[in-house]
């Protein structure tokens, strides 16, 4: 695959010779086009070094050369990446802007384009930037969207470029398997809300993420994908059907409605094991009296139980938050419950699974296997889990 990773100028600059080794690695050919203001970032040498090839900074080249390099190269490229792609980039790629070689060589591309953003936070936010992405989107650009965590101002928040590993993923991706062609595939994501008053529910900390990296790239194996979701803040990754509940009860009429017509079933929500006995119509006051009130619980209906009962019935997946002894828990479920596969995580590391963007997970099979996915973007983790289900379905 011949790939064009275009560099501009943000501190994330720094990783692109590292991301040039990982699409090596996938048997890319890569030809880097840096900004200007990215050479201020990474040494174009570095970038020279890595990819075994010149790299183009000038747009107006070498005159002794001839020729016009942007041209050329687009007849090349199979694909643009541009990581880190700076809120100015991303601005002149929306209009059309063509005044430096990145930006003229994307105006003359015709291939599939990339676009990974990193900058601040408060960056990402403004409405221009998220206006220019929007732009992108619909002309069919892929963005690949930045992570949460530590920028490098300091401060936290979203605005991080993805992880290599991440951004690999998505062009592995882009080269794509379609493995799951004229499969239907039901996935289950996010936490349930059990109300406890007009005003208050019982939840959890899942952000979704899990479930939406898997319903992501079903599709992009070629699936037909239901999503049905907890309430969460995620954006519905494009060509998935989508399901909105709040409960655990609603989120088992949803499930029921729709298996039977599903080959493969993904239960990645965080279904809560446990609802308020009765909802207050009201909202529940403070006792003027006491500095404790008692809230009966009852339990939910078991949805994964359920699903065994379904004609024809589904290939199941299932998901196993454990705390302890997780191997051993996570397979005791599977065989309880009837699942072929089972994802097991250990939910005692919070800096991973719930409300992360990275995971470590087992995936174990009926068949007594295990395969450890070392800590990696959900999207990794995600591909991972189809892959083993893919191997099963033959
Ligand atoms: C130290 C420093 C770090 C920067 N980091 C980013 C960044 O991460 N993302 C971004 O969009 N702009 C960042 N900028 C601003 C861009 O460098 C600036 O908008 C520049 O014009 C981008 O040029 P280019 O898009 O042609 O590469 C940074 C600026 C400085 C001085």
Redesign the pocket.
């Known amino acids: 695959m011949n790939i064009v990773l275009g560099?501009?100028?943000?501190?994330?600059?720094y990783k692109a010779p590292e991301l040039v080794r990982r699409l090596q690695d996938l048997g890319a050919a890569v030809r880097v086009i840096?900004?200007?203001?990215?050479a201020?970032?990474v040494s174009p040498l570095s970038l020279a070094a890595v990819s075994h090839h010149g790299v183009i900074t000038d747009q107006w080249g070498d005159p002794a050369k001839g020729g016009v390099d942007h041209i050329e190269m687009a007849r090349w490229a199979e694909l643009l990446l541009i990581a880190?792609?700076?809120?100015?980039?991303?601005a002149?790629l929306a209009v059309g802007i063509a005044d430096?070689a990145?930006?003229t060589y994307s105006v003359a591309h015709r291939t599939a384009i990339m676009v990974a953003?990193?900058?601040?936070w408060s960056?990402l936010q403004h409405a221009t930037v998220v206006q220019n992405l929007a732009t992108l989107r619909s002309r069919g650009v892929e963005i690949i969207d930045p992570e949460s965590g530590y920028l490098?101002e300091g401060e936290e928040g979203e605005?991080r470029?993805a992880a290599i590993p991440a951004i690999v993923e998505r062009v592995k991706m882009h080269r794509g398997t379609r493995d799951l062609e004229g499969k239907r595939v039901l996935v289950t994501a996010g936490p349930t809300r059990e109300a406890i008053d007009p005003v208050r529910y019982l939840s959890n900390r899942s952000s979704g993420r899990m479930g939406y990296a898997i319903a992501d790239a079903a599709r992009r194996r070629g699936a037909t994908v239901t999503l049905v979701s907890g309430p969460t803040s995620l954006e519905v990754p494009p060509g998935v059907d989508i399901t909105r509940i709040d409960t655990a009860k609603e989120m088992l009429e949803a499930v029921m409605a729709k298996a039977a017509s599903h080959q493969i079933v993904i239960k990645a929500a965080a279904v809560a094991d446990f609802a308020p006995e009765t909802v207050a119509d009201r909202k529940i006051k403070k006792p003027a009296d006491r500095g404790t009130i008692e809230l009966s619980l009852r339990k939910n209906p078991d949805i994964l139980a359920s699903l065994a009962t379904v004609h024809p019935r589904p290939f199941i997946v299932a998901f196993a938050a454990e705390t302890d002894s997780v191997e051993k828990n996570a397979r005791e479920k599977l065989e309880r419950k009837g699942a072929d596969l089972i994802v097991a995580n250990d939910v005692s590391d919070t800096t991973i699974g719930f409300d992360s963007d990275e995971n470590e997970v087992l995936i174990l099979g009926r068949d007594g296997s295990s395969v450890r996915v070392e800590r990696s973007p959900k999207l990794v983790i995600a591909n991972r889990i189809l892959d083993a289900v893919v191997a099963r379905l033959g």
Not at 34 to 38: G, R
């Open positions: 560099v501009s100028g943000g501190i994330a600059a840096l900004t200007p203001n990215a201020r970032f880190p792609a700076t809120a100015n980039v991303i002149k430096d990145l930006t953003p990193a900058m601040n960056m490098a605005g470029l």
